[in-house]
């Protein structure tokens, strides 16, 4: 027991060790690209700045611009392409001095300071609630929907699109065509259902903006809730992890105990609505005690919980590019990109900073749980 015990010390510190080995390196990222910055600002500012005292002079009119770097090709024919960088450098300085909010008088620099930091954080705060919403709803609609997915499996059930096709040869057979009425009526109903399950799944493979541009004149965009709804049904998240659920009781309902419990007279009828219910299935605490389903759900949900921390991975990028293509101001991932526009580096390391903090919290909390149901079924 001690030596366990030594064990998970010793994996809880090696991960703590990361953890500030990555903090330590994003600290040196930080100090890296403040200074590159500001050796970019100053070298661009320099390539140009004597010119800007000589008398006469006005580099906002484009002939006089011109006329400098035809007088540097003349006097320093040897250096061309520095002549062409500094009339470069000085067009995009006049371009940035009228479209750039950075050489504004009394503009922020773009620096991270501490004044900066509570507000990045009170924009990460919605962030990371819509991250652990769409989490929760995402982790429940894998276990609900991967569970109906075998229990409809187990059952035979047809897809839509199988039963269309059964509806049309049977009907053709029996000549049931000729009863108009009943042919098209069956035909619209069956038709329109496999419509709706070809779109539903359109939606659940496609990426997340694509979808948001595709309705955004018809809907409000920038709230939460649509934010939500995105990263839920969007990126193919949520039919990769129904399926990938499906896979883990698919492999589970072959495995020997399975077919020991049969054995016992364990219930194993997958039409029985006592134990499949619709009212049994939308709980987010579900219990099968008395059937074999229950076993083989419990130890399924045991291997799918680690998953959960890849799972978390791909829906803070997902998050984070909705937030990027709706072009939501104040939000987490418009901040971010702008900063990345602006090439306020330094502010962009914070920000990444952070959502590898929000990561490895998920792990933790991932790993606790884990752990928790191992000893659960070790006692």
Do not use: C
């Not at 994996?11 to 953890?19: A, D, E, F, N, P």
């Not at 580099?59 to 470069?88: C, G, M, W």
């Not at 939500?228 to 589970?252: A, D, P, R, V």
């Amino acid at each position: 027991m001690s030596f366990l015990l030594y064990i998970k010390t010793k994996i809880k510190l090696s991960r703590l060790k990361g953890v500030l080995l990555l903090s330590l390196l994003f600290v040196a990222a930080f100090f890296l690209a403040r200074g590159y910055k500001s050796i970019v600002i100053e070298r661009e500012t320099n390539s140009f700045a004597p010119y800007l005292e000589i008398e006469g002079f006005n580099p906002n009119d484009a002939i006089h611009r011109e006329l400098l770097r035809e007088s540097l090709n003349v006097f320093y024919p040897e250096n061309h392409s520095e002549n062409q960088k500094t009339y470069n450098d000085l067009e995009k300085y006049i371009v940035d001095k009228y479209t750039n909010p950075l050489f504004k008088e009394g503009a922020d620099p773009g620096y991270l300071t501490f004044s900066k930091i509570p507000g990045i954080i009170w924009q990460f705060i919605p962030f990371i609630i819509i991250f652990a919403i769409v989490l929760l709803i995402t982790y429940y609609g894998s276990v609900t929907l991967g569970s109906v997915k075998y229990i409809n499996y187990k059952n035979r059930d047809e897809s839509a699109f199988r039963r269309l096709l059964k509806f049309l040869a049977t009907s053709m057979k029996q000549k049931k065509f000729y009863r108009k009425k009943y042919f098209y009526v069956g035909l619209f109903s069956k038709s329109l259902v496999l419509l709706v399950t070809a779109l539903g799944y359109l939606v659940l493979f496609s990426p997340a903006y694509v979808t948001a541009y595709s309705i955004r004149t018809e809907i409000n965009t920038d709230t939460y809730l649509f934010m939500i709804l995105l990263g839920i049904f969007t990126n193919g998240i949520l039919i990769n992890y129904i399926n990938k659920y499906f896979t883990f009781l698919y492999h589970e309902g072959k495995k020997g105990y399975v077919e020991t419990a049969m054995v016992k007279n364990l219930n194993e009828n997958y039409n029985d609505k006592m134990y499949f219910s619709f009212k049994k299935m939308v709980k987010p605490f579900k219990k099968f005690d008395g059937h074999v389903f229950g076993h083989i759900y419990k130890n399924a949900e045991f291997q799918f919980i680690p998953g959960i921390k890849d799972l978390a991975s791909f829906l803070i990028t997902g998050l984070i590019i909705i937030e990027m293509a709706l072009n939501i101001q104040g939000h987490f991932g418009y901040e971010l990109l702008k900063q990345v526009l602006f090439k306020n580096y330094d502010v962009v390391v914070f920000y990444i900073f952070m959502i590898f903090l929000l990561v490895k919290t998920t792990e933790f909390f991932v790993d606790s749980l884990d752990e928790i149901i191992k000893k659960k079924y070790e006692n």
